[in-house]
């Protein structure tokens, strides 16, 4: 790889510069394998070396560089993709956005603030905290503003509050070439020109690095009520969300959590009676500026959960609404103890996370046949749902060493994927195509969109050095 | 002009043919004239041609057949745009849209409607009534689904539900090339691929062509109530509205009218115990699902008015709501009556309107030094404020043939403008760049992005036939 040395050679010459002051180049085994996967089920993937950056000139700079020596530039910071974004592909460089990390300015009075691409989106809610304002997306854990911004992801709050691409006002981004531009300034409404801004949020990387985001704010509602419903069947609860949603009752959060995904998190609640009923269950959150508010979203609940519902339970607390809320947030996780006998004798698992969303109509049909699917497929999946969006994950915990089950994932996958698109659905509601759903993309929209996809690709990137061999394949019929 | 020749005869020839059966191809002088213009101070500019069209078919055709002879193509469906943005430059034809006026389906479970892009959202939102939906985007009246997707517009609902972006789901688009493509299925969130719908919804008619569009629908809301107050200064009514804004607190619309804005409307108002005081006025409504979220938002707008504000009223029958929202209705259309005296003399005039928007913490700042520059300039000039989005409206009256007065009211949008850039805000809120603005935007977000729209432009119209010379030049420091 001869160009990668010519790059890395220019590149260390330049490190005493101003512009390439606190650039680190790190080709240690040890970083390396820390850089090499994200976190899902694709194979991992080597990068010829990880170059930590510290400021916008630094990336600039490496752009300038990786463009002139055509080498492939993979973004990473917290590496919580999970299609595979960030793998390391044509033995390109992984360039580590994790130090870049300051929030920038806030503007409690524009409620808006600044800040780096590696800032988390919890340690951001944190420091917030004491301005009253939050932003709201909130996928995984530990995932940075930067790769948000690829993935246009969204989370549980998406029903209120949209997803990254309604709560991001502007971005600062490095050109393949190192050129930097601005997007957008901070008013909340602009109609200037082309929408650059969400032309980069959900391009996972390929068009364009982020290095500042200006991140709109909300305030913190005042008042807020957790509450959870228990259904004998998954139809009856999505029939019920699909109600709530019809009627325009404005929940914070609208979230279904299956029986099996309950039985995994309970799996790690050792007191019995802390146990929940392995039943499938609606979990809401009622929230506004006044307890009337709440109070009004909680009677519209109760009133659709009707007679079916089982064990209607408010949290009072906040002991209680932890509780309740680790449910949810638990889930991932918890997912693998599902087959944690199979893993006392040494077997090893991941998880394939599926993520198709339809229109709210179609959620109780879709979530039916998606049960159906894996249970004939014989897998071990919870599902949880951000409901209210029509939008839901099937954990399917797979061992890593039986390639026909994993097999029998993919095409649950895929067909749960194509059942979607004929329900004028998608793909993909929040976690990006990445690796793993270039195929079904094409079917989403057909090969006119992906030609336009591409055009803007070659003309932002004429080498292709972005994040290749993500989200589109470069030519019709091409492989990677 | 051969090649508009050529094309027309090649046209002619296709209208019997299957895809060209209902195109309608008229140069008859009353045509011309009734397509020459938009709704602003934009001198006319006369199409070669008008072609009428019925289907999405039609559209493909007139485009391949217009990229084959490189004849620009100016898309038109009510003409309402306020900066030039239907003019057709360069002789090219002018695509008439009004006869793809379809609601092509409703899905009332899904809480969303597809739309040919001839439909206006004043129609629809009649059309809607019944289901108990409707669609937010409220700019002019005439205004349709085409050119609302063109300048990403908005109106007095974006602050509760956000602009065109927020509120469209997908599109159909024909390229420049007669390519038809659709942007996304109907899943209220998506993370497949690029978003092309937002790279369309803004575009201005420069890099493709609106032929169907899905849009979000709402539920209307249950409780309503119009509430006004008036304020000694422009500056007291905008600290109010920053005051509003910044607490959080969920109402419906959030508008400014200053006191020369309310005399303009007054002017229509023949009973004099009917007219309004001539100050400036915050006109809020209050909406929610029950009467108490109504009164919250009622009792925090009469908090923060204080003892400033004068004459609070509140609509409690619908006429009187009606009679209340005629005064931000009717501003547009009643600004000139303000020089009517001068127009019994036989003077002529126009709105020279424009459209900044700042950070909500800038709204005094602005609203201040802009109405010291109008009265400077020794203009007529009323302001209306989407108040609630940091977004304002001069509409400076002036004599068509006063070229001084034209000219003072050129250079105070402009310097408006930039003083709304210092403090981050954009020179186009909501209508758009068009022909007016062009020298803002390169301002506004300067070189880099603009190359960045230059490419993709050039990457999906490479022959630079639809609606050139809107937006930006297309080569840095060209002229139109």
């Known amino acids: 790889m001869p160009k990668i040395t010519d790059f890395l050679t220019e590149l260390q010459a330049q490190l005493s510069t101003p512009q390439g002051r606190g650039i680190k180049i790190k080709q240690d085994p040890r970083t390396i394998k820390r850089f090499n996967h994200d976190n899902s089920y694709h194979a991992s993937r080597d990068p010829a070396a990880v170059i930590s950056v510290k400021t916008e000139d630094n990336v600039s700079l490496v752009m300038r560089l990786a463009n002139k020596h055509a080498v492939p530039v993979i973004p990473f910071a917290a590496g919580s993709s999970l299609e595979g974004q960030t793998l390391a592909l044509d033995h390109g460089i992984v360039l580590d956005f994790s130090d870049m990390d300051k929030v920038v300015e806030v503007h409690v009075d524009d409620l808006?603030?600044?800040?780096?691409?590696?800032?988390?989106?919890?340690?951001?809610?944190?420091?917030?905290?004491?301005?009253?304002?939050?932003?709201p997306p909130d996928p995984g854990a530990a995932a940075c503003i930067g790769g948000m911004c690829g993935t246009n992801c969204?989370?549980?709050?998406?029903?209120?509050?949209?997803?990254?691409?309604?709560?991001?006002l502007s971005l600062r981004v490095v050109l393949a070439d190192g050129t930097v531009i601005k997007t957008r300034n901070r008013a909340v409404k602009?109609?200037?020109?082309?929408?650059?801004?969400?032309?980069?949020?959900?391009?996972?990387?390929?068009?364009?690095?982020?290095?500042?985001?200006?991140?709109?704010?909300?305030?913190?509602?005042?008042?807020?009520?957790?509450?959870?419903?228990?259904?004998?069947?998954?139809?009856s609860s999505a029939a019920t969300v699909q109600h709530l949603v019809q009627s325009g009752c404005p929940f914070l959060r609208l979230e279904i959590i299956d029986d099996l995904c309950i039985k995994a998190v309970n799996n790690e609640i050792p007191d019995p009676s802390k146990k929940f009923a392995e039943l499938t269950t609606i979990m809401a959150e009622c929230a506004g500026t006044s307890q009337d508010a709440v109070n009004e979203q909680l009677e519209a609940f109760k009133a659709a959960c009707g007679t079916i519902a089982q064990n209607v339970t408010m949290a009072t607390t906040e002991q209680e609404t932890d509780r309740l809320w680790s449910l949810r947030k638990r889930a991932f996780f918890m997912a693998p103890s599902?087959?944690?006998?199979?893993?006392?004798?040494?077997?090893?698992?991941?998880?394939?996370?599926?993520?198709?969303?339809?229109?709210?109509?179609?959620?109780?049909?879709?979530?039916?046949?998606?049960?159906?699917?894996?249970?004939?497929?014989?897998?071990?999946?919870?599902?949880?749902?951000?409901?209210?969006?029509?939008?839901?994950?099937?954990?399917?915990?797979?061992?890593?060493?039986d390639k026909d089950e994993i097999e029998r994932a993919k095409k649950v996958r895929d067909d749960m994927a194509r059942l979607a698109l004929k329900m004028q659905g998608t793909c993909t509601g929040e976690h990006g195509v990445g690796l793993g759903k270039i195929h079904l993309l094409e079917e989403e929209l057909g090969e006119g969109a992906l030609e336009v996809m591409r055009r803007v690709k070659k003309a932002l990137d004429p080498k292709g050095i972005l994040n290749p061999g993500k989200v589109f394949l470069e030519k019709k019929g091409s492989k990677l």
């Open 338 to 401: 599902l087959r944690h006998a199979e893993s006392e004798q040494g077997k090893q698992f991941s998880t394939i996370v599926t993520d198709v969303a339809v229109p709210i109509s179609r959620l109780v049909d879709i979530l039916v046949a998606t049960r159906k699917m894996v249970d004939e497929a014989r897998l071990v999946s919870p599902i949880v749902a951000h409901a209210g969006d029509g939008n839901f994950h099937c954990l399917m915990v797979v061992d890593k060493n």
């Open 154 to 168: 969204s989370g549980t709050l998406a029903f209120r509050y949209g997803t990254m691409k309604d709560n991001v």
């Open 190 to 235: 602009s109609s200037a020109g082309y929408d650059l801004t969400r032309l980069f949020i959900g391009s996972e990387g390929t068009l364009g690095l982020v290095t500042q985001a200006t991140l709109r704010l909300r305030r913190i509602p005042t008042h807020s009520t957790v509450i959870i419903a228990q259904f004998p069947t998954l139809a």
């Open 112 to 135: 808006d603030c600044v800040v780096e691409p590696g800032v988390g989106w919890s340690e951001l809610r944190e420091e917030l905290k004491p301005t009253g304002l939050f932003f």
